[in-house]
């Protein structure tokens, strides 16, 4: 290997250790899984009906990748809601859980209030520490503690497993167990495969990287399981690469976006698609999202097809989001640019920062 081509792809700005935090994520999903365990059952009165998920940004994609997994492992409906509200129809017969990884998320805080002003109480909190777990210690809501001190992107594991231990202890999630191990197993083969060691001509995460430098990508993703990757590679992308990205899902997508690539004169030499195929997908939405990207190949759009392997599950996804954190990361080294810095997020917060005080919630 040419040790001095290679190093183009180590971010020379890493305030964070970016990069090895997220070789570690193997490990994070293991500590996170003995984190939870030990985590006491929380006492409910009755099953729930439903599972709600409230949070934002690294925390609040976790709900969404519960509600997928809700087709394989949870028989009962899943809402995930990333808003300053939460619908009426929440109640007490719904399992909620509210996840900010700093604690101070003021939507995440938001809607809480609401739940316990409504006196709902079968609330599952988790955190880092601040105003969550003070909040949860003051009303006695169960609280599982992760490991402070990270990017909440870098921190998926520590986010997720915990809700996905609670609900298989309550025996709401089938096997999670073996999916948790399965989950594991997959993001090891994948760090295998892509980590800073191999060379771009055998590491797929260096070569999309290479491909999408300079250019605006567009991530489609097809059906619930690929449209949360979806989601998750834009989000990494712009966070860790400083690059505006966009994200759609199919088949929504070819009801729309279909028409809006008419006329791609002007940004075709700009953009760059890429589809993440899973190789369990078959039949109608295969041909349908194939009649798309030819539209968007006829404008002469470059196109990258990813397969993802599996069957679609858990681990299926969480192996395909991890593959786009590792392009991130390549790319935020390609770019110069720190992975760790979020300047823009931080001057958002700020502007809202006194809007928390105004909640009362410890008062």
Known sequence: MDSDKDSRFIPVNDTCNMLEMTLSFPEQLEEAYQIAEKQELIKINHRPSSIATIGMGGSGICGNIVATSA???IKMPVFSFRDYTVPE???DKCLVFAISYSGNTIETLTSLKALLDRSLRNIITISSGGILEQVSQKFNLPHIKIPAGRPPRASLGYLLIPIIVSLGKLGLFNRYEDTIKEVIKEVEALRTDVNADIPV???IAKDVAIQIKGKLPIVYGTGEAMGVVAERWAG?????AKVLTFN???PELCHNQAIGWEDAS???DKCVVISLEGEWEK???VEQRGALLDIVKGKGIPVLHINITGDGGLPAIIRAIYLGDFISIYLSALNNVDPCSIGGINSVKERIAPYIDKLNLLS
């Open 201 to 203: 001509e055998n590491n």
């Open 236 to 240: 990494q992308f712009q966070e860790n």
């Open 89 to 91: 129809y929440i109640d």
């Open 266 to 268: 002007g940004i075709a």
């Open 283 to 285: 039949g109608a939405k």
């Open 248 to 250: 759609r899902t199919f």
């Open 71 to 73: 087709i394989e492992n």
